[in-house]
């Protein structure tokens, strides 16, 4: 059975203060998570030793960084390497947001190589696709989202797909308080699975976790969520307040 999974994208936000405050409010609600289901914290750098202790008693509870860089060490200052990353036992990487990829000039083939490197260090990539506006009113969001799974992703071979994690994010719908409808995501990640079974076949496509991204808040996580191949969401502004993002949490479907 899938994972369904809730994953908070903090972006860069928050003190230190704010971050042990926002991490105790959502661990005192006492979640019980069943089986299948996850809270991934995607949180800034300096936060990641925090969060993982934060939530260390919560089961199916997780942490994530929100980037990694493409090499394994060196002389690269300022950069973090996936090695680094899974010294610290976390669990995610998010790879390739659409501000990576538009702030920092990341493509495809960059994110292949990012991809790899958190493979071969034991971490689970949750790898973000999706189309700008534009390319959606030329109606060229499926042959956009699959050449971006392609050229990043599609050099794996399947036992190493499992580790991963799909997050679709149209572009359009981050941060704007515009969300895709919920048979928007459906027909995206149905394509997405389409995709996947037809390179890795149906069985490891059914058992990858999609996620939908852009601004998913407490208010219509259940019905997006709830869409046959919607195992959850990416979610940003929405994440940084604890009783939304308790809520999101609470929408996974069973
Ligand atoms: P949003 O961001 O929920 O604020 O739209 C989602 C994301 O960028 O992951």
Same mark, same amino acid.
């Given at each position: 059975?899938?994972?369904?999974?809730?994953?908070?994208?903090?972006?860069?936000n928050l003190?230190?203060?704010?971050?042990?405050?926002?991490?105790?409010?959502?661990?005192?609600?006492?979640?019980?998570?069943?089986?299948?289901?996850?809270?991934?914290?995607?949180?800034?750098?300096?936060?990641?030793?925090?969060?993982?202790?934060?939530?260390?008693?919560?089961?199916?509870?997780?942490?994530?960084?929100?980037?990694?860089?493409?090499?394994?060490?060196?002389?690269?200052? +300022?950069?973090?390497? =996936?090695?680094?990353? !899974?010294? *610290?036992?976390?669990?995610? @990487?998010?790879? &390739?947001?659409?501000?990576?990829?538009?702030?920092?000039?990341?493509?495809?083939?960059?994110?292949?190589?990012?991809?790899?490197?958190?493979?071969?260090?034991n971490?689970?990539?949750?790898?973000?696709?999706?189309?700008?506006l534009?390319?959606?009113?030329?109606?060229?969001?499926?042959?956009?989202?699959?050449?971006?799974?392609?050229?990043?992703?599609?050099?794996?071979?399947?036992?190493?797909?499992?580790?991963?994690?799909?997050?679709?994010?149209?572009?359009?719908?981050?941060?704007?308080?515009?969300?895709?409808?919920a048979?928007?995501?459906?027909?995206?990640?149905?394509?997405?699975?389409?995709?996947?079974?037809?390179?890795? +076949?149906?069985?490891? =496509?059914?058992?990858? !976790?999609? *996620?939908?991204?852009?601004? @998913?808040?407490? &208010?219509?996580?259940?019905?997006?969520?709830?869409?046959?191949?919607?195992?959850?969401?990416?979610?940003?502004?929405?994440?940084?307040?604890?009783?939304?993002?308790?809520?999101?949490?609470?929408?996974?479907?069973?």
């Open positions: 059975m899938r994972k369904q999974i809730a994953a908070a994208n903090w972006k860069m003190s230190l203060q704010q971050a042990n405050e926002l991490l105790d409010k959502i661990v005192s609600k006492n979640i019980v998570l069943s089986k299948n289901h996850e809270a991934v914290f995607g949180v800034p750098f300096p936060y990641l030793l925090l969060a993982k202790d934060k939530v260390k008693n919560n089961e199916g509870f997780f942490v994530a960084a929100q980037n990694c860089y493409t090499k394994e060490s060196g002389a690269f200052t +300022g950069e973090v390497s =996936a090695a680094m990353l !899974s010294s *610290l036992q976390i669990k995610y @990487v998010i790879i &390739g947001h659409s501000e990576r990829r538009e702030y920092f000039s990341e493509d495809n083939f960059t994110l292949a190589k990012k991809v790899d490197v958190c493979l071969k260090n971490l689970k990539p949750i790898f973000c696709c999706g189309e700008s534009d390319i959606r009113e030329n109606k060229t969001q499926n042959k956009y989202v699959e050449t971006q799974l392609k050229e990043s992703l599609f050099h794996l071979d399947s036992l190493l797909i499992r580790n991963f994690v799909i997050a679709y994010e149209p572009i359009w719908a981050i941060g704007t308080g515009k969300t895709a409808t048979e928007q995501a459906q027909e995206m990640h149905e394509h997405i699975r389409n995709v996947l079974s037809d390179k890795y +076949g149906n069985e490891i =496509a059914e058992s990858v !976790s999609i *996620l939908y991204g852009g601004s @998913v808040k407490a &208010g219509n996580a259940k019905e997006i969520f709830g869409k046959k191949d919607v195992d959850g969401g990416l979610v940003g502004g929405a994440s940084l307040n604890a009783s939304e993002f308790v809520e999101i949490i609470k929408s996974l479907k069973s």
